[in-house]
Structure formats: structure tokens, C-alpha cells
């Protein structure tokens, strides 16, 4: 079983102590400024919705949601939380084109390794409609590391994060990409994430 096999299969046998874990999870310092940037009732896709803690927040906002996890039992948890038919797909297989106002992928894309994330990445930016708004975050650090769980994490750094969405560069507007660093919210760890919002390129009409 390779790294990121057991990464989902973390979230397959802790389903339920992960949920419980982070359902009362104050996200309200970055979701904030996510949602400045969506129009209202605009389309969010929940990108590794987990317990469905935000889904339902976004819900609760007058947004349209579409949550997915990778992991059937989180998708289970989720559907029942929010009331959302939750749709269990494994992040590199994401289908959907022009789709988005918004992906919120919020502590999951950190999952992939760095190739994977060069695959993946694309598809994100694909999905979000023109002008769309993704927003997703890396534990602060140079090296990435596995834990004492066998989770892969890829981590970054202010500077490093240009590294990462090198892959989609062309597709988004770097100059406006706005990263910014915050501490952990769950249970007291002294922990910092690098948070970063990018933004999908509107085409240029030449009249």
C-alpha cells in the first residue's frame, strides 16, 4: 500500500473520531474571506468535505454546495449532516468544467504528494468558472513528512507555495494570488498553515 493508499485508508477506519474530531472546528478567519469573493448564491464545491462541517455553513449562506470526499464513510457522514447527496470521488478524478464560483478545499489537497498535485491542480483550476475563486491550504514547513497516522502531507512555505501551483500558473491570475499565514484551530496545536486564494483567469475579448 504506497503513501496516499493510506492516507485514504486513515479516513476510511477513523471515519466517525475524525468527524467528531473537527465538526466544531471554527473556520470562520479564512471561510471569511473565501466567501467575500463568491457572488451570492453562487456554486461552492466542498473539495474533501470530511464531516461536512462547511458544506453546511456554505449552505446556511444562501450557496449552492457540491461536497465530495474520497472516503465512503466521511461521504456517508456528510450526506447525513448536510442533507447533500455527497459524492465520493478520489480528488484525481475530478470531471467537472466551468462548474464553480468557488472550490473550497480546505486541509485536503495537502494530502497529495507533489506529483499528484501536478496532476490534479488542473482539473481544479478546470472546474471553477472563469473569475472563480479557489482557496485551499498546506501545514507550514520546507519538508514534507508522513505521521504518526501514515498521512502523506505536502507542506510549504509563503515562498514555496508559488512552487506548487507553478502547474496552472497560466491559468490563473498570479499577481493577485493572496497568501497568508494562520495558526491551527484544532485541540491547541502549535501548528501554522500557509492559506492560499487564487483566482481563475477571465478569457480577453478582442473586439
Keep these: 500500500m504506497n503513501k496516499q493508499d493510506k492516507t485514504l485508508q486513515y479516513y ?22 473565501f466567501v467575500r469573493k463568491i457572488p451570492a448564491k453562487g456554486r461552492i464545491l466542498d473539495l474533501g468535505c470530511g464531516s461536512g462541517r462547511d458544506s453546511k455553513t456554505f449552505i446556511g449562506m444562501g450557496y449552492t454546495v457540491t461536497a465530495l470526499d474520497g472516503s465512503p464513510e466521511l461521504c456517508r457522514i456528510a450526506s447525513d449532516y448536510t442533507g447533500l447527496s455527497v459524492r465520493c470521488l478520489m480528488f484525481h478524478d475530478l470531471d467537472y468544467d466551468n462548474a464553480f464560483e468557488g472550490i473550497w478545499a480546505c486541509s485536503s489537497l495537502h494530502h497529495l504528494s507533489r506529483d499528484q498535485l501536478n496532476e490534479t ?22 519538508s514534507d513528512y508522513i505521521d504518526e497516522k501514515e498521512r502523506h502531507f505536502t507542506c510549504a512555505t509563503e515562498q514555496s507555495v508559488y512552487n506548487l501551483v507553478e502547474v496552472v500558473r497560466d491559468d490563473i491570475d498570479i499577481n493577485e494570488m493572496n497568501v497568508w499565514i494562520t495558526g491551527d484551530n484544532l485541540n491547541g496545536r502549535d501548528l501554522r498553515w500557509v492559506n ?12
Excluded at 477513523?14 to 473556520?27: G, P
Excluded at 492560499?196 to 473586439?207: L, S
Aim: glycine content about 6%; charged content about 25%.
Design 121 to 142: 491542480l488542473p482539473k481544479v483550476i478546470r472546474a471553477l468558472k472563469p473569475g472563480g475563486i479557489l482557496y485551499t491550504c498546506f501545514k507550514y514547513g520546507e
Design 12 to 33: 476510511i477506519d477513523n471515519a466517525e473520531e475524525y468527524a467528531q474530531k473537527t465538526a466544531e472546528v471554527d473556520m470562520s478567519n479564512v471561510l471569511d474571506v
Design 196 to 207: 492560499v486564494i487564487v483566482a481563475k483567469k477571465t478569457p480577453v475579448c478582442i473586439k
